[in-house]
């Protein structure tokens, strides 16, 4: 088969401004729920870009781990990432659950979470993840694997469940919104697309948009 012969044509659900909540934050979670309850793997995978200094997009996968006033994840702040994010703090993060035919757009500002959110999650993952955020020198170059799996075996004999700290170089990072997209895919490639843009007085306008 041809690239250009694959395609899907979209009929589960359809969307309208009368479906939605007034509320972004209330939307997004009433159709995270849904892609939960539709078994959506990984449905809290998001596409998180980023923006470096030489001007060029990155991207990559993270794990949504929180959803408040923002969304919330967790990464090492020496990353590629975290040294983009100290440079621009304007973000870009993608859902898409093909299970539903469904995609969310989210375009905001990031700042690091309390170092009490961070201690909270960090302590909460299983002891071989935390062993795992002082072994690895997140996007630096390394000679090959074997020094990740001494690394490990370093840390895994000095650090112990009841004495690890969080490394004062990974912690959290909550996006707050400024405007939201909510795709649902149709027939014919005429697609439901409804946007929330947040406005001066923090109020939210919604309208549709052409696919």
């Given amino acids: 088969m041809k690239l ?14 009368s479906d939605v909540d007034q509320n972004p934050i209330q939307q997004f979670n009433r159709w995270f729920k849904e892609a939960l309850h539709a078994k959506v793997l990984e449905a809290n995978a998001m596409n998180l870009s980023t923006l470096g200094k030489d001007g060029f997009p990155s991207s990559r996968i993270v794990l949504l781990k929180g959803v408040d006033e923002g969304f919330v994840f967790f990464t090492n702040y020496e990353s590629g990432k975290g040294k983009e994010l100290m440079e621009n703090p304007k973000v870009a993060l993608t859902f898409f659950w ?5 995609q969310v757009r989210i375009v905001g500002t990031v700042a690091k979470v309390s170092t009490g959110e961070s201690d909270e999650y960090f302590f909460s993952r299983p002891f071989s993840s935390q062993v795992g955020a002082w072994v690895s020198p997140q996007s630096q170059v390394i000679p ?6 001494a690394r490990e075996a370093k840390y895994s004999e000095e650090l112990g469940p009841e004495t690890i700290k ?11 919104p400024i405007a939201l997209e909510f795709w649902q895919g149709r027939p014919s490639r005429l697609h439901d697309r409804i946007l929330y843009t947040l406005e001066s007085d923090n109020s939210w306008t919604i309208k549709r948009i052409a696919p």
């Avoid at 969080?166 to 707050?176: A, F, I, L, N, Q």
């Fill in 98 to 102: 093909p299970e539903l035919e469904r």
């Fill in 4 to 17: 250009a012969d694959i395609r899907i044509d979209y009929t589960l659900k359809s969307l309208d401004i």
């Fill in 166 to 176: 969080r490394p004062p170089h990974w912690g959290g990072y909550r996006v707050s």
């Fill in 144 to 149: 090959d694997r074997a020094f990740l799996e």
